[in-house]
């Protein structure tokens, strides 16, 4: 064979075997323990520095080629699908499948043989992979006997390819590569921190690099008085109060508060939580009001809110439709306020009562009562005069003028509050727009389906409806 | 929360069984207002001590300032895994000395 030839060969093997696919595979009975451990989040979102396992094996599936991913779980969290979506924000295409707890890997592929038609790698297990963003794994499919089998006690990486049987990976001399069992809880501590100290460069992680160690996430808010030490890395909405010690080794999440005088130190601090003022964290894991040591895996819960507790995420409110739902608010503010002030004149049904906001905190708002009882507050109803009074609020940023219905600040309000994610309160509501009645199951079941699926166009419509449904 | 005490030439030794926090803390004071009539250096045997909290931590704190005025102390022994957590995280355990075994607590008065 030719010089040319045999490249062409070569070419042709390596678009031959190069998986344009891969399969994640984790099933709960080799990473549930970890649900024992931190709870509230799937074990596949467990952060490693600040970025959630599964993506890091959906980073490593897109160095090799992949171009379509599926993840197959026994016990899926929506929290998977709702951060990676369809893929697009990191150019892959990604679907989801469930398995049964009792299928085997073959099982699986012949339920997903539609999808692996193609020569497809996959990940089985839960496992981390150490990889290198800068190394080439064109040749991983490549039979190399003398290298270590990628597997470990938790997990391994296979190739399955039509017509041949099932093959589980061997390392590359010349690349780093390797699978790392994760069965518990020191074995994830182990590798955040040896990617925070050593290998940081190998990965994409998250926040601001600007310097070697040093990893800052958005809206991070540092004290004067903070000392910080490298390697550390902050995530987004962290809060450093007075005199807080930061690293070495610190890994913070995001919407973290570090209350005054406390240090952190070779610690992991998980997203969402709250540690208090003059306290010592070294070498542990911090998730809401559980504390974990990375040593034993010993841990014990906090019953005292003010030295760890948990941070409800709140909602975020995005800045385009608070802009629109802004200027459509001083647009009805404008058209609508003098009759409204003329009909609250003649009505004199002022009531004041206290309701949640979005961030739990209490607001006290004026507001007319209007029944159908007589033909002044009939009008009044159909020119919604008692949403044009509550316009102030909206205008302020208090309050978003499409939401959710709001909670009253009572102690079964705020009940609801805890139990509802991505509570937006607003003037108009959904459950309003469709005619459902107050105190109704419906209203509830509307306003989260609302929350769980708002649009824009969709925030218009219950304007428009409102008003209609009025007339 | 139950407590056992002997004695051993000047040193009271207290056996801590069950939960120190908020609901047992005003017991433990009460306790240790009797204990602090006739000792002023005390043992607590930790050992089948499941649980402190930030209440329970109070009351340790409160007992060691009134053994510290009379020159005595309050020193820690056999104490769990989960509660060692508690006292490193809150910095307790640079205020308590806390020993492995109640021989040894006893012995570091001398």
Redesign the interface.
């Known amino acids: 064979m030719t010089g040319n030839s045999l490249s062409l060969v070569a070419q042709q093997k390596i678009e031959e075997w190069r998986p344009m696919k891969a399969l994640i595979v984790m099933d709960e009975a080799r990473c549930g323990w970890l649900r024992g451990v931190i709870q509230n989040n799937h074990p596949g979102m467990m952060p490693f520095c600040n970025k959630p396992l599964l993506e890091y094996l959906l980073d490593f599936s897109i160095l090799c080629g992949c171009e379509q991913l599926r993840f197959v779980m026994d016990e899926p969290g929506d929290e998977i699908e709702d951060y990676f979506d369809n893929g697009s924000k990191w150019g892959i295409s990604i679907s989801y499948a469930s398995s049964r707890a009792s299928d085997t890997l073959e099982d699986i592929l012949e339920k997903n043989s539609t999808f692996c038609d193609e020569p497809t790698l996959i990940i089985d297990g839960f496992c981390f992979i150490g990889y290198s963003k800068n190394e080439d794994y064109d040749s991983l499919s490549d039979h190399r006997p003398e290298e270590p089998q990628l597997r470990c006690g938790s997990g391994q990486m296979l190739i399955h390819q039509h017509g041949e049987p099932l093959r589980v990976l061997h390392g590359l001399a010349e690349s780093r590569l390797e699978v790392l069992p994760l069965e518990a809880i020191g074995d994830c501590y182990d590798i955040s921190m040896h990617i925070l100290d050593s290998t940081s460069g190998e990965y994409v992680l998250p926040g601001y690099n600007n310097e070697a160690g040093v990893f800052i996430g958005r809206n991070v808010t540092i004290s004067k008085s903070t000392t910080i030490t490298k390697p550390v890395m902050l995530g987004n909405n962290v809060q450093l109060q007075e005199n807080t010690v930061i690293g070495p080794g610190a890994i913070i999440g995001s919407n973290v508060i570090v209350d005054t005088g406390t240090s952190i130190e070779k610690s992991i601090i998980i997203n969402n939580s709250y540690v208090g003022t003059e306290l010592k964290i070294k070498k542990k894991i911090i998730h809401s009001t559980v504390a974990i040591s990375a040593e034993t895996g010993t841990s014990i819960r906090f019953v005292d809110d003010h030295l760890l507790s948990g941070l409800k995420q709140c909602a975020p409110r995005k800045m385009p439709r608070l802009i629109v739902h802004w200027v459509l608010a001083c647009l009805f503010f404008v058209s609508g306020i003098i009759p409204a002030l003329l009909f609250q004149l003649l009505l004199k049904k002022r009531e004041t009562h206290t309701i949640l906001r979005h961030n739990g905190k209490s607001l006290s708002i004026a507001s007319l009562q209007l029944s159908s009882n007589s033909l002044v507050e009939q009008l009044a109803r159909i020119f919604l005069v008692d949403k044009v009074m509550l316009l102030p609020h909206v205008l302020s940023g208090r309050l978003d003028l499409v939401g959710n219905k709001p909670f009253p600040a009572t102690p079964d309000g705020e009940k609801q509050y805890a139990d509802f994610n991505n509570y937006l309160p607003g003037i108009f509501s959904f459950s309003e727009s469709q005619s459902i009645e107050e105190g109704d199951f419906q209203e509830e079941i509307a306003e989260r389906y609302f929350s769980a699926n708002r649009r824009f166009w969709g925030d218009l419509q219950v304007i428009i409806k409102t008003f209609t449904t009025r007339w | 929360m139950n407590f056992n005490q002997r004695r051993e030439n000047d040193i009271l030794i207290i056996d801590l069984s069950g939960w120190l926090?908020a609901d047992s803390s005003d017991l433990f004071q009460e306790q240790f207002d009797i204990w602090s009539e006739s000792a002023s250096k005390f043992v607590f045997n930790c050992k089948d001590l499941e649980f402190v909290?930030?209440?329970g931590l109070g009351s340790l704190l409160l007992g060691l300032k009134a053994t510290m005025k009379k020159d005595g102390d309050i020193r820690l022994a056999t104490v769990n895994?989960?509660v060692q957590?508690?006292l490193?995280?809150?910095?307790a355990n640079d205020i308590f000395q806390i020993f492995d075994t109640v021989e040894n607590a006893v012995a570091s008065y001398t």
């Open positions: 926090d909290d930030s209440t895994e989960k957590m508690f490193e995280i809150t910095k």
